[in-house]
């Protein structure tokens, strides 16, 4: 019998969020009668906009309810009251998430089996998943439901919006240099050299407390000024997309296959772009996304100054530089 009303909870994270799209899609696609609710944080619900998978995005206050018991009660029991649900699916697998999905559930709540925090004896139904990538971790959690999976998937993101006072017309290279992950990032110099050796303009951006130097007129400065509606913008009208393991990486492969993702002490087989045409560096080496069939050693190499050139150089040669 097909559901009259589906909620998916994933609050966060933005990379995380990102992921579930493609098994939201296909819930919907299955069940397009059904209305479809996602509880999200409020600072990663910009990503679900316009969405048309998403008949109703719930804001979760997380940072309001933080530290009252008495605060995430009454909202939780608000929440189960206004989205009641058919079918519940937590694909975030905390307590917290499986606490939402038990007062919003009005049939069956089901979660996946790396859940954490005991989350899992408060499912109706755990759907086996191994250590895989999180897309393939979701689709599992949407196979269970009897949808096919296997064919192409949709990510629904939003188109995004310029940057306010952004001149630069000439096409340019978007960098994400820096990550909130220990070892991840680059330092403020590598990205400056990055862009010097690049032939055109290299827009930098994301969110850091890091002072960059002033280029030679190669960089163009957008750190810790843009929104994700802005930052996606940019990510579709770049030529080429660099970025360090991070949720706007993530962004860029669900949007573009012109993508090169830096790892370095991260797995690109469990947290890499899932797009096979992606780009990816790790320990020294540059290879595709669908040349990846066993995971590489997890060892933890940081990016040097050659590496960073052949890096530069490769991006260059994809854009007929």
């Known amino acids: ?19 579930t799209l493609p098994a939201v899609a296909l819930l919907k696609r299955a069940w397009p009668e059904a209305r479809l609710r996602w509880i ?23 940072r309001e309810l933080s530290g009252s018991v008495l605060k995430q009660f009454r909202w939780l029991r608000a929440t189960g009251a206004a989205c009641r649900s058919d079918l519940v699916l937590d694909f975030q697998g905390l307590l917290r998430s499986a606490l939402i999905g038990r007062f919003c ?9 790396d ?36 064919g192409p998937l949709t990510w629904n993101l939003p188109a995004g919006e310029r940057p306010a006072g952004f001149a630069l017309d000439a096409p340019f290279v978007l960098l994400h240099p820096f990550s909130r992950g220990e070892g991840k990032s680059l ?31 190669k960089l163009v400065n957008l750190l810790n000024q843009t929104t994700i509606s ?13 970025s360090v393991d991070s949720g706007p990486m993530h962004i860029a492969a669900a949007l573009t296959p012109h ?3 830096l790892h370095t002490w991260s797995d690109p087989a469990l947290v890499g772009p899932y797009n096979p045409e992606a780009w990816v560096w790790k320990d020294r080496t540059l290879f595709q996304v669908r040349e990846l069939r066993i995971p590489p050693p997890l060892a933890a190499k940081p990016i040097t100054a050659p590496d960073l050139a052949a890096v530069a150089a490769h991006v260059a040669g994809r854009i007929g530089g």
């Open 115 to 150: 859940a954490r925090e005991g989350a899992r004896f408060f499912y109706d139904r755990t759907i086996r998943v191994e250590r895989e990538h999180a897309v393939d971790r979701y689709l599992k959690l949407v196979a269970a439901l009897g949808i096919d999976t296997t």
């Open 105 to 113: 559930r009005g049939g069956a709540l089901l979660g996946l089996s």
């Open 187 to 217: 330092s403020a110099e590598e990205a400056v050299a990055f862009a010097e050796a690049l032939p055109c303009p290299v827009v930098l951006a994301g969110r850091a407390h890091i002072s960059v130097p002033k280029s030679e007129g």
């Open 1 to 19: 019998m097909s559901p009259h009303s589906l909620l998916v909870v994933k609050p966060s994270s933005l990379g995380d969020v990102v992921h």
């Open 230 to 242: 802005e930052l996606i913008w940019l990510i579709r009208q770049a030529r080429f997309v660099v």
């Open 259 to 261: 993508l090169l993702a």
């Open 40 to 62: 999200v944080n409020p600072e990663w619900a910009p990503l679900l906009e316009g969405n048309p998978d998403v008949d109703e995005i719930v804001l979760f206050p997380r």
